[in-house]
């Protein structure tokens, strides 16, 4: 008879719970689409900003550059110099100038972005047989152009060199001469990223990085408006479908699930795909490996939400952690060139593994085992970040009941 009560009672408890979990689901996802606010952050910030950040590197590479030309020599072999990298892809000479003061001041008003210099001593070095130099100087505050300058100028120059060395050798055939300039030939192979492309390089990343913000954003946000609107001020409501930690964890998580797994499809799968970026990962794979990323971002983004006290403070305090993030994460700046310190403490944040999980299985064809650390680190963090949001709504439902006995008040 004991017995059958406990089981009776067990199998009321499981039921009301049950109930009770998709209460709290049902009212959340109210909460969600009753706010402008929230509305922003998990859809038109999730939906719109892919969209825009890959229309500013649709063209991958920057083209044209702008370069200026000092040429002391003026003789047919610099005008030919000039002209080759000139029809390169990546430059466009705009002007010659007549001395480096003029060059420089082309640079200062943003007219050009570097400056070849060729000496009045070129003619007669290459007459003579002897090195020549011709100089390259770059606006270093944008390092693409620097990277065009650099790579068309030193094609053109071993070029015209193979060229010059053969016709001052005509008992030399080709080979001999290739063999004489470039005894060691290399080939340079971008892996992963054929075009060297700057969208494909630093776009996935923001991606996902997006997921993790809007997330924290949008259910701090929720928590603010809760603890305004509640006439106790918690983040809890006084509700007698709210008195379980765990349903109130789970309700909450699913309707965010429910919100998210939309938003994924569109941000990792369907925007890299209208933009032609690489995607070498079958759908099933990413699917696998961002479950625990959305997981250990809603958890991380209700643990954090146990300190917001109101609707703007996300906003002054999270936002500006996005761009450290990127830098952190290892894509942006070589992760063994990070210091120790910050290397740690970006595993704090759920996008880190994630970024570096999800351009090795996107960018690079890795398979599940290949980014397995990266993959049990997120599986970690959504098991700890689940802990502490219990933590932190086990302590709200504890405070509202000992701020209703204190008043004398009975819970609907």
Avoid at 60 to 85: G, T
């Amino acid at each position: 008879m004991a017995v059958e009560r406990k089981n009776r009672q067990l199998g009321t408890t499981i039921k009301n719970g049950i109930e009770d979990t998709f209460y709290i689901w049902k009212e959340e996802l109210k909460h969600v689409f009753r706010d402008t606010g929230v509305m922003i952050f998990f859809f038109l910030v999730p939906f719109v900003y892919p969209l825009i950040y890959s229309f500013f590197y649709t063209n991958e590479v920057v083209r044209d550059a702008q370069l200026v030309v000092v040429d002391k020599s003026e003789i047919a072999y610099s005008r030919e110099f000039v002209r080759r990298v000139d029809a390169t892809p990546d430059v466009k000479v705009v002007a010659f100038c007549t001395d480096m003061d003029e060059a420089k001041r082309m640079l200062d008003e943003k007219k050009a972005y570097g400056i070849l210099f060729i000496p009045d001593d070129f003619s007669k070095d290459l007459h003579t047989g002897k090195q020549t130099t011709i100089s390259l100087y770059t606006d270093m505050s944008a390092l693409l152009y620097y990277k065009n300058f650099l790579i068309s100028a030193t094609e053109v120059s071993l070029d015209m060199g193979k060229e010059i060395t053969q016709r001052n050798n005509p008992s030399e055939t080709r080979a001999e001469t290739n063999i004489t300039i470039n005894p060691v030939p290399y080939e340079s192979i971008a892996l992963f990223n054929p075009q060297n492309g700057f969208g494909s390089f630093l776009v996935p990343a923001i991606l996902v990085l997006v997921i993790q913000q809007t997330l924290i954003l949008g259910i701090c946000m929720l928590s603010g408006t809760a603890r305004e609107k509640n006439i106790l001020h918690t983040l809890v409501p006084a509700n007698t479908h709210y008195h379980g930690t765990l349903r109130i964890v789970f309700g909450k998580s699913l309707a965010y699930i429910v919100l998210y797994v939309v938003v994924c499809c569109w941000t990792l799968l369907i925007v890299p795909a209208m933009f032609s970026f690489p995607q070498l990962a079958r759908p099933g794979t990413i699917t696998l490996f961002m479950l625990p990323y959305l997981f250990a971002c809603i958890f991380f983004s209700m643990t954090l939400s146990g300190v917001v006290v109101s609707r703007e403070a996300p906003m002054l305090i999270f936002v500006f952690t996005s761009v450290i993030l990127i830098f952190i994460s290892g894509v942006s700046w070589p992760a063994h060139a990070i210091h120790g310190f910050w290397k740690a403490a970006s595993y704090i944040f759920p996008s880190t593994p994630a970024i570096q999980g999800f351009v090795g299985i996107n960018t690079m064809g890795a398979s599940l085992e290949d980014v397995s650390l990266q993959y049990k680190i997120l599986w970690l963090q959504a098991g700890i970040y689940f802990v502490t949001a219990c933590l932190v709504y086990r302590y709200q439902i504890i405070r509202i009941q000992r701020k209703i006995k204190n008043a004398g008040m009975v819970g609907e």
